[in-house]
């Protein structure tokens, strides 16, 4: 007998059609969180992403080369996730994991309506279905053991890491699909029988339905039913919850990875033509960041890693990278969503500002002493598994404070210093390179010796 199954074995034509209704008002609360996400996005500057996009064939496809190739390396590849311990670990078995059950499930649908179109382009059977069956069955253990470890991790609750009570939902969620899944292909296994490779090419089904053996075949297509809707009912759950979760990286994170600049933390220049433009130097309001930098946002997963790298961080500097995306992101979502960037006033105009229109300006959030607590190293842009970029957002937020003459304390201090004496401390030219003298001090004399050699020889 050739090893296959039945992709709706032991659910009705009714129950199918209800399915199907389902699924597409889950796609449609997904398609809904998407939209809102990305109009918010694009309320900031074009930037970069329009000139990619508006360059010829030959130029575009230079330009996008590099975003394919982070695609390929940092998303599917995971290259900036590994090397973190336990956290990367998790985060490569969830991964994978999820995306072979994904690949799979996709699969199953086009073996579903191919074979309703004809019998014969039916591919769900034979050697193809052994393999699918072990190999789902495989990295299913490996999604829930990814899982686990990010649960036992949370409940460790590790002060890097950002907490939401969504985190909860979303793991919970993993867990709970992984189980029901199981649970649903080991009870479709008690009441269709199935035989040799067919049945043991699934062997933690097979281990599962061996828990099962008193039922009869009535009583487990009644489990069977049951719990084949609870697992659907969780993974409808799942899809129409991304974009309100912190699931949403899993579509932001790889457009961030694909759209971000190569060089990261790099201060781009601004010429006098661009200041005249727009009537402004650096950052004010949330408006000010491009497409790209506000896409960055939702980006982040709060991982926490920017700020474990961080070293005014870790000198108890008011600073911490992760806070300042997450609080540029707080004003993000206060937004209208009706206003696109064409729409919006001038940048520099001043205008009456509604009374009822929300307050967007960056520097009332994001203080001072947290901006100049920044030393530039790119440390944080350079851990960052997506290439969140917190370090460019500071120096544009710093550049519209002194463009603003709104530079106060040790900085203002250190600006003057360079103005006058070419170096931050104040200290004449004459004794600029006095540090220096401290890298490679003199060998302290021995005893006996004189510095003078005639006097030694005398």
């Known amino acids: 007998m050739t090893p296959t199954r039945e992709t709706f074995g032991n659910i009705s034509g009714f129950a199918q059609a209800v399915f199907y209704v389902l699924s597409v008002v889950a796609l449609g609360v997904f398609a809904y969180g998407c939209w809102r996400r990305a109009r918010l996005w694009k309320q900031g500057q074009p930037g970069e992403l329009r000139a990619l996009m508006s360059a010829g064939f030959k130029r575009s496809w230079q330009n996008l080369r590099p ?146 053996g008193g039922l009869n075949d009535s009583s487990a297509r009644v489990c069977h039913q049951v719990l084949w809707w609870l697992h659907s009912l969780l993974v409808f759950g799942f899809i129409g919850s991304i974009p309100y979760t912190r699931l949403f990286h899993i579509i932001a994170g790889p457009l961030n990875l694909f759209l971000a600049r190569p060089a990261l933390g790099e201060l781009a220049l601004i010429t006098l033509e661009q200041v005249e433009k727009e009537e402004r130097i650096g950052f004010r309001e949330i408006r000010h960041l491009t497409t790209q930098q506000l896409l960055s946002l939702d980006a982040c997963m709060e991982c926490g890693r920017c700020e474990e790298a961080c070293p005014a961080f870790a000198t108890a500097k008011p600073l911490s990278p992760k806070r300042v995306v997450q609080d540029l992101k707080g004003v993000m979502n206060r937004l209208p969503l009706g206003q696109s960037a064409a729409a919006q006033p001038k940048p520099g105009a001043t205008s009456e500002k509604e009374p009822d229109a929300p307050d967007t300006d960056l520097h009332k959030v994001i203080r001072e002493e947290t901006l100049w607590s920044c030393t530039a190293c790119s440390a944080c842009a350079d851990v960052c598994p997506v290439r969140v970029d917190p370090v460019t957002l500071i120096l544009e937020m710093r550049r519209h404070l002194i463009a603003e003459s709104a530079l106060r304390g040790t900085a203002a201090t250190a600006l003057r210093r360079i103005q006058s004496s070419g170096n931050p401390w104040g200290l004449p030219g004459a004794n600029r390179t006095e540090w220096t003298q401290l890298l490679n001090p003199a060998p302290p004399a021995t005893a006996g010796t004189s510095e003078n050699p005639q006097a030694q020889s005398s």
Do not use: N
């Open 67 to 212: 975003g394919l190739r982070r695609l390929l390396v940092d998303a599917l590849g995971q290259g900036r996730v590994r090397g973190r311990g336990l956290a990367s670990r998790a985060h490569l078995l969830l991964f994978y994991g999820f995306l072979m059950l994904f690949l799979g499930t996709t699969l199953l649908e086009i073996d579903h309506l191919a074979a309703m179109i004809s019998s014969g382009l039916k591919f769900h059977h034979g050697v193809y279905y052994v393999i699918y069956e072990y190999t789902l069955d495989v990295f299913g253990l490996l999604f829930l053991l990814g899982g686990g470890l990010f649960l036992w991790r949370r409940l460790r609750r590790p002060p890097s890491v950002g907490h939401r009570a969504t985190d909860w939902y979303v793991l919970a969620s993993f867990l709970a699909i992984g189980v029901t899944g199981y649970f649903v292909e080991a009870l479709r296994m008690v009441w269709q029988h199935p035989q040799g490779l067919g049945a043991h090419c699934s062997p933690v089904g097979w281990w599962l339905a061996s828990w099962f």
